[in-house]
């Protein structure tokens, strides 16, 4: 009876830390969701229907593992990805990583940006600057929930998490997709032409942030209660909750775009205005509305993550610190330009995916190497099998990113 008791008592306990330490990988998952992955989606999706979905299930199980090693190094070691580069590196490695660190956060916002302004220009019939300056706007009031610590903002991010996902089980209603077909497309392996070839290298090396893989060390980091492998069994549990909805968005963009332009022919559908404008007459006005909002506070809620993932790269290599609201600004300055310029948003999108491919080696590796670290990890180090999975993830994503660079240089895609 006592044993029971006591057994019962330290799974409440267990259930309580886990709740408690909730949150930091919701943060994280909002850059597998972000407008980029919008475009890549969309773009399998009505280019070959079902047929790449199993590439989602495969970049998002990858994805996992990341994040777990990088949640872990801020558990293990009481300091982020980048704080540790700078303690082990000598200073010349630290500015370079540093600067490609800025360079790559700041394409990323770029992306994220003008993604959230492309989403308030379909829904509000606005001009792509008035959405711009509606994303900055709101970007601002988010960012303020930063003052009151990280808890507030977790649970402001998590709820934009869900009302995504929310949002494409209401698209997947409208769409109505052949599920025998979609279970089909997730569990076979299928790639019917190089074309196919290229665009699941797109999704794979698109789905890997490096961004994040900086801010969920740091946001980690600073964890409090039980032990150091209790607070990593928690984190462990937050992960998987966390990119398995970012997962669930992943493949219900893609079999979204599947049910509703491939099957009906238009499989050419390459942007997200195209995409609004394809779903109004071919499913409804609603359907297209909820695409807008999903794509509006996909766009918000990354560019808020971005914004802190560039303070944490810098606070870490360099120990220089700016506040949120001078960095948000300065960051904006480049997507302001390019709207004030004219150029294709659409085309900006692709160019800052090919940035982003030069930064996922530079995080990755040293992520491996310090978490396989006895030294530094502790009992928490990583065991074989998991530095054997993790080099041959850094090897194929390394792999397919140079690829994609070489052929969107060559105008292959």
């Not at 500015?95 to 379909?122: H, S």
């Amino acid at each position: 009876m006592t044993d029971n008791r006591v057994e019962n008592s330290s799974g409440r306990a267990a259930r309580k830390l886990r709740l408690a330490l909730m949150g930091p990988a919701f943060i994280a998952a909002i850059g597998y969701i972000d407008p980029g992955n919008f475009a890549t989606n969309i773009q399998a999706g009505a280019s070959f229907g079902y047929q790449l979905l199993w590439v989602v299930v495969w970049a998002n199980l990858m994805a996992m593992l990341i994040q777990i090693l990088s949640a872990k190094l801020g558990i293990a070691t009481g300091k982020n990805l980048a704080e540790q580069i700078r303690d082990h590196y000598p200073r010349p490695v630290v500015w370079f990583y540093w600067v490609q660190a800025e360079i790559i956060a700041m394409a990323t916002d770029l992306a994220e940006f003008i993604g959230a302004a492309i989403g308030f220009k379909l829904i509000l019939g606005v001009s792509l600057l008035q959405g711009a300056v509606l994303t900055g706007i709101a970007t601002f009031l988010i960012l303020m929930l930063q003052r009151r610590g990280q808890k507030p903002l977790e649970k402001v991010i998590g709820g934009l998490l869900l009302f995504v996902a929310a949002a494409y089980i209401v698209e997947l209603f409208f769409s109505q997709p052949d599920m025998a077909q979609l279970g089909k497309g997730m569990v076979i392996p299928a790639l019917p032409n190089p074309e196919a070839v290229f665009l699941a290298a797109g999704v794979l090396g698109a789905t890997i942030m490096p961004h994040v893989i900086y801010l969920h060390s740091s946001l980690t980091q600073h964890l409090h209660g039980g032990t150091r492998q209790q607070r990593y069994s928690a984190t462990k549990w937050d992960v998987a909750i966390a990119m398995t909805i970012a997962g669930f968005v992943n493949l219900a963009m893609m079999a979204t775009a599947a049910a509703a332009f491939h099957f009906s022919g238009h499989t050419g559908i390459a942007d997200l205005d195209q995409a609004y404008l394809t779903l109004e007459p071919l499913l409804s006005h609603a359907a297209a509305t909820v695409f807008g909002l999903s794509l509006v506070v996909a766009g918000l809620s990354s560019t808020v993550v971005g914004t802190l993932a560039g303070q944490v790269v810098m606070q870490g290599f360099v120990r220089f610190h700016i506040p949120l609201w001078v960095r948000r600004t300065i960051t904006m300055l480049p997507s302001f330009i390019v709207i004030l310029m004219g150029l294709d948003p659409t085309r900006i999108l692709v160019m800052s995916q090919v940035l982003l491919s030069f930064g996922i080696a530079l995080a990755l590796v040293p992520l491996l190497i310090f978490t396989s670290n006895a030294t530094l990890m502790g009992e928490l180090v990583n065991t074989r099998r998991v530095k054997q999975i993790g080099w041959i993830i850094v090897v194929l994503v390394v792999a397919l990113n140079i690829w994609l660079l070489v052929g969107t240089v060559m105008g292959l895609s």
